[in-house]
């Protein structure tokens, strides 16, 4: 049994509660929020039977637990991972994993040092189109591919707390909060490119919308992510792959979210894999509309729980795809210009 310190109650811990509920080898053994009374009546509704503290070390100091699961706003993440890891815990930290890549670099080798474990909230690599688009990519049954193209947009966010989200100084701003779910799949699926060309658009919030290009050998990839859509617009992820002998799409607003059109066929659904806790399961709830949050913590939890470090979303690997992003992000404030990576 893993119990988990869980620090943060915004819209990502109250998520990250709700996947613990439903694995049998989990447990949230303590909450840490400083909004103490908003965390209360959450807490309430959910169902989350454990103590709250206001601050980390309080609930360290009281609570005997394995893992320390960061859902604050980005700029706390350094000094919380770092403090974590010296207690000796395993860390989930939310993506990104740093607004820094120093501050990241430390964070891995601090973990590294301590032999503890890390992984990071980049869902994308186990939301379950994803997943079955790069098994499809991996078998080569279209052949070679030749372009991928990616969106990911959004209505303004207004779910954080004190609107932290639309402070660039303390989230990166759409393009390390949103976009950069895109980069660290593009990455994963196809390795770094060489360089990066950006542009983007900027508001009162930074850079809210951002278009990237990445250079890679035979293959034409790009990537858009932005949250300057009007407040009721919505939210949509998306992606279209060409290949030598067919296409793969995905949306997630269409019906099916994920097809194939092979050769001179018709276009038709990709089967994907719905998460599932099978015998773990411990809470209610609805497991497939938690997607790739469920399979990524049930992942981390999975392999605590055989004394095995993740290889999937690891620290390293998450600090490779902020680089990858800040040096879009510093492309694009220098007017497309490419950088190199």
Same mark, same amino acid.
């Given at each position: 049994?893993?119990?988990?310190?869980?620090?943060?109650?915004?819209?990502?811990?109250?998520?990250?509660?709700?996947?613990?509920?439903?694995?049998?080898?989990?447990?949230?053994?303590?909450?840490?929020?400083?909004?103490?009374?908003?965390?209360?009546?959450?807490?309430?509704?959910?169902?989350?039977?454990?103590?709250?503290?206001?601050?980390?070390? @309080?609930?360290?100091?009281? +609570?005997?637990?394995?893992?320390?699961?960061?859902?604050?706003?980005?700029?706390?993440?350094?000094?919380?991972?770092?403090?974590?890891?010296?207690?000796?815990?395993?860390?989930?930290?939310?993506?990104?994993?740093?607004?820094?890549?120093?501050?990241?670099?430390?964070?891995?080798?601090?973990?590294?040092?301590?032999? +503890?474990?890390?992984?990071?909230?980049?869902?994308?690599?186990?939301?379950?189109?994803?997943?079955?688009?790069?098994?499809?990519?991996?078998?080569?049954?279209?052949?070679?591919?030749? #372009?991928?193209?990616?969106?990911?947009?959004?209505?303004?966010?207004?779910?954080?707390?004190? &609107?932290?989200?639309?402070?660039?100084?303390?989230?990166?701003?759409?393009?390390? &909060?949103?976009?950069?779910?895109?980069?660290?799949?593009?990455?994963?699926?196809?390795?770094?490119?060489?360089?990066?060309?950006?542009?983007?658009?900027?508001?009162?919030?930074?850079?809210?919308?951002?278009?990237?290009?990445?250079?890679?050998?035979?293959? #034409?990839?790009?990537?858009?992510?932005?949250?300057?859509?009007?407040?009721?617009?919505?939210?949509?992820?998306?992606?279209?792959?060409?290949?030598?002998?067919?296409?793969? @799409?995905?949306?997630?607003?269409?019906?099916?979210?994920?097809?194939?059109?092979?050769?001179?066929?018709?276009?038709?659904?990709?089967?994907?894999?719905?998460?599932?806790?099978?015998?773990?399961?411990?809470?209610?709830?609805?497991?497939?509309?938690?997607?790739?949050?469920?399979?990524?913590?049930?992942?981390?939890?999975?392999?605590?729980?055989?004394?095995?470090?993740?290889? @999937?979303?690891?620290?390293?690997?998450?600090?490779?795809?902020?680089? +990858?992003?800040?040096?879009?992000?510093?492309?694009?404030?220098?007017?497309?210009?490419?950088?190199?990576?």
């Amino acid at each position: 049994m893993q119990n988990i310190i869980l620090t943060g109650f915004g819209f990502m811990g109250t998520m990250h509660a709700q996947v613990y509920s439903q694995l049998k080898n989990a447990r949230v053994a303590a909450v840490v929020d400083n909004n103490l009374a908003v965390t209360v009546r959450t807490m309430r509704k959910l169902g989350v039977n454990a103590p709250l503290f206001a601050t980390l070390d @309080e609930a360290l100091a009281t +609570v005997p637990a394995q893992v320390v699961d960061i859902c604050l706003p980005t700029d706390l993440h350094r000094k919380t991972a770092l403090r974590a890891i010296k207690s000796g815990k395993h860390i989930f930290c939310e993506k990104p994993v740093a607004l820094r890549s120093g501050d990241a670099d430390k964070i891995t080798l601090a973990a590294e040092a301590a032999g +503890v474990c890390g992984q990071v909230g980049h869902c994308i690599r186990f939301w379950p189109e994803y997943q079955a688009f790069h098994a499809f990519v991996r078998g080569g049954k279209a052949g070679a591919l030749l #372009s991928f193209t990616l969106q990911r947009r959004s209505m303004i966010p207004t779910h954080s707390v004190g &609107d932290w989200l639309l402070d660039p100084s303390r989230s990166g701003g759409a393009a390390l &909060d949103l976009h950069i779910h895109d980069t660290d799949f593009i990455v994963a699926l196809l390795g770094f490119p060489r360089s990066v060309a950006a542009r983007a658009t900027k508001d009162d919030h930074g850079l809210s919308h951002i278009f990237t290009a990445y250079d890679y050998p035979g293959i #034409s990839v790009t990537a858009e992510g932005g949250w300057n859509y009007p407040p009721k617009w919505g939210f949509q992820m998306a992606f279209q792959a060409v290949f030598e002998n067919g296409a793969v @799409e995905y949306d997630s607003g269409a019906s099916p979210t994920l097809s194939l059109t092979m050769g001179r066929g018709p276009k038709k659904p990709l089967p994907f894999a719905q998460p599932s806790a099978g015998s773990s399961a411990t809470g209610a709830g609805n497991i497939s509309s938690l997607g790739g949050y469920f399979n990524e913590l049930q992942y981390f939890i999975g392999c605590l729980e055989r004394g095995a470090a993740p290889q @999937e979303a690891t620290l390293s690997q998450a600090t490779g795809s902020l680089r +990858v992003t800040l040096a879009e992000i510093a492309s694009a404030r220098a007017g497309g210009k490419p950088m190199q990576l």
